[in-house]
């Protein structure tokens, strides 16, 4: 399958469906009696169908804000990169006005854990937490009483370090 000089291959389809439902369907299975298993499947099904959309958008609009951090006019974007015509990329620009909060915050938990775990100074938290925009202090030293450094409030995402792999990660994901 080629959508738009991408190549989906079906057997990255296969395995994505293939994940979710087999959460999907585990999950129902796990319901007592057949009725239970078919109200489930049901409100699964209604879920899903306002879900799919929703990414879809959200997925058009992070590409959108991603072509606008390149920096690239939209005639730059065209023609030989096969990113499309003017209007498709016009379209996609335009979407990034239009981010979904959810993907907002997976992205930037993304760029502080990288930035996190790429730090190379003395002081990360001299250097660098406390001054990423969003850092709460106080909700940091709420979840941190014992002040072992573990563990940062941005922006409400709580960001961890794992002592025995080195690495920062977010807790919600």
Not at 23 to 42: F, G, S, W
Not at 53 to 62: D, G, K, M, Q, W
Not at 109 to 120: A, D, F
Not at 142 to 161: K, M, T, W, Y
Request: proline fraction near 3%.
């Amino acid at each position: 399958m080629t959508t738009g000089g991408y190549d989906v291959e079906p057997h990255e389809v296969d395995a994505t469906v293939r994940a979710v439902l087999d959460e999907v369907l585990t999950a129902a299975a796990e319901h007592p009696d057949l009725i239970a298993q078919y109200h489930e499947l049901t409100r699964t099904q209604r879920l899903w169908e306002v879900v799919g959309p929703r990414i879809v958008h959200a997925l058009v609009a992070e590409r959108g804000a991603v072509l606008r951090a390149t920096g690239l006019r939209q005639v730059d974007l065209i023609g030989p990169a096969l990113l499309g015509t003017q209007q498709h990329v016009s379209k996609i620009m335009r979407a990034a006005d239009d981010r979904d909060p959810v993907a907002v915050r997976i992205v930037s938990v993304g760029v502080w854990v990288n930035q996190l775990n790429s730090y190379q100074g003395d002081n990360i938290w001299d250097d660098l937490i406390r001054k990423i925009d969003g850092y709460d202090d106080e909700a940091t030293a709420e979840l941190d009483p014992s002040d072992r450094s573990d563990v940062c409030v941005i922006d409400g995402a709580v960001l961890r370090f794992d002592q025995q792999t080195g690495e920062w990660y977010g807790a919600d994901q």
